[in-house]
């Protein structure tokens, strides 16, 4: 079994183990990635020697008693979706004509623990979307510089006391991200290594005192509609033992992604061979 396979089934057991406590009965989400996966396979289309088209548009069909109880777990579900998507089609050798979009949709015709995948594929613009993975929470980079720390002045307030005040910044000029130890008393390692300064490449691991943070890049479709909008705007005012505040009036905003093939972050296997 290669990197790609344990990695991934690695994710489906993030996926499906994070919200199993939910599940006692019904549909898992676990099941939703299978079916997700089996939707790529059934309709990849061979364009050319080296490119294998698939759906990137995805409606996810639920019996209304699923679709409930998926609707309460937020953002975090789609999220992780859209990623396991990303990885398959990499293993696969898939590629997508613009960004990935998964919907939940509600079908009262439908019994309890039954799922049916529609897909399309639809061309256009791709958002990528770099987001750090903290404790069991994810943040999305808002800024060009995020301070990650202990202390109420970080942009990302973590309660860790193996962390000082501001322990680490992350770095993201809209292509590359990279991760400085900003001087802290008991240091950083990435990937098990001491950190000073280094890239920040996605699924790397940083590691501060007790706390792992995980650098991810999502590949979405930029002008999808968002089904968890309103969670997602209230859940960073949310009480929880990581919080983000918002970007500071002197920060610069996310610089738009770059769309030059040479500084282009690929995780997702959109771009294909150039």
Known sequence: MGLLDN???????AVNGAFAKTFKSGLQPVEITAALKRELETNAAVVSRDRILVPN?????????DYQRMLQLGPALIDQLIQLV???ATRQGFQFAGGITIVLI????????????TSSTVQ?????TPVLDIGGKRYPITSSRTIIGRGSDAD???????ISRQHVEVLWDGSRAQARDLGSTNGSTLNGARLTKAPFEPES?????RTQIIFRVLAQAAASADQYADLRQGRASSS?????????????DLPPTDTGSANRQDPGGFWGKQ
């Open 156 to 162: 990302i307030t973590v309660d860790d006391t193996g």
């Open 106 to 117: 509600e079908n009262p015709r439908m019994s309890d623990g039954m799922v049916q995948i």
């Open 7 to 13: 990695f991934e089934k690695g994710l489906e057991r």
């Open 86 to 88: 990303q990885q398959h």
């Open 240 to 252: 929880k033992p990581a919080q983000q505040r918002p970007a500071a009036a002197n920060q610069q």
């Open 124 to 128: 256009g613009a791709v958002s990528w």
């Open 205 to 209: 691991v940083l590691q501060i005192g």
């Open 57 to 65: 548009n995805f409606k996810v069909n639920l019996a209304s008693g």
